[in-house]
């Protein structure tokens, strides 16, 4: 069964401290973003990575840090730079699929981080 | 600036058909329409998308006007499973960054 996973699907974070969200995709797709949600709002890119070990920033890097080092994975970490970080954390992956010309984003069921 | 203008809250009900629509007047010629949905608390769905032809899948329909500077998303029968933020989206750039705006919130009445 193909799809996009992430863990944990609630994360909590102390003061200070850097922290992991997860995300797997058995996809076979070459591309990967990391987005962030605010209550309320549209989601906003984080990262994004377009093959193996090679990533970019996106509109809201800064506090948080990134890694491809294989097909399937893209991990995001939270670091204590990032000063608000309690959001919902969503994974993404695009590929072409068959007869298509465009790549199609899919998204992950998300991680929501909370700090205490 | 938002490069996608949709009403913020729209009701539907149940049975009938709910038609959501996306103003992008400024849209590319090489940009292609998403619709994506999300239900709350989790990752958005894909729906649909297009370039310039209408379109049609087991989900929706997209129709897209002449001049591309509009789109309606198109269920044709409501279910209260579909109640969701739908998002009108534009694809832009070679990495396809996806630029989600605030959505509709469609509520479907039993």
């Known amino acids: 069964d193909g799809g996009i996973t992430q863990s944990p699907k609630y994360l909590f974070r102390k003061e200070g401290q850097n922290v992991t969200l997860s995300c797997e995709q058995n996809?076979?797709?070459?591309?990967m973003y990391w987005y962030r949600q605010d209550p309320g709002q549209g989601l906003r890119l984080i990262y994004y990575s377009q093959i193996v070990n090679d990533f970019q920033k996106g509109d809201i890097a800064e506090g948080y840090s990134v890694s491809r080092e294989k097909k399937e994975s893209f991990p995001l970490t939270v670091t204590s730079a990032q000063k608000n970080p309690t959001a919902f954390y969503l994974c993404?992956?695009?590929?072409?699929?068959?007869?298509?010309?465009?790549?199609?984003?899919?998204f992950g069921p998300g991680t929501r981080l909370l700090v205490l | 600036d938002a490069k996608t203008t949709q009403p913020p809250s729209m009701d539907c009900a149940e049975g009938r058909a709910a038609n959501l629509p996306c103003n992008h007047s400024t849209i590319s010629g090489n940009e292609y329409v998403y619709w994506y949905r999300q239900i709350h608390s989790q990752g958005p769905q894909y729906i649909i998308h297009g370039l310039k032809n209408n379109e049609t899948n087991e989900m929706a329909s997209l129709i897209i006007t002449e001049d591309r500077k509009s789109s309606t998303l198109i269920l044709p029968h409501a279910t209260l499973r579909d109640t969701a933020v739908y998002y009108c989206?534009?694809?832009?750039?070679?990495?396809?960054?996806?630029?989600f705006g605030t959505g509709t919130k469609l509520q479907v009445i039993p």
């Open positions: 996809l076979n797709h070459d591309a």
């Open positions: 989206c534009l694809n832009s750039g070679g990495y396809q960054k996806v630029t």
């Open positions: 993404a992956s695009s590929g072409l699929s068959e007869g298509e010309y465009q790549e199609t984003q899919y």
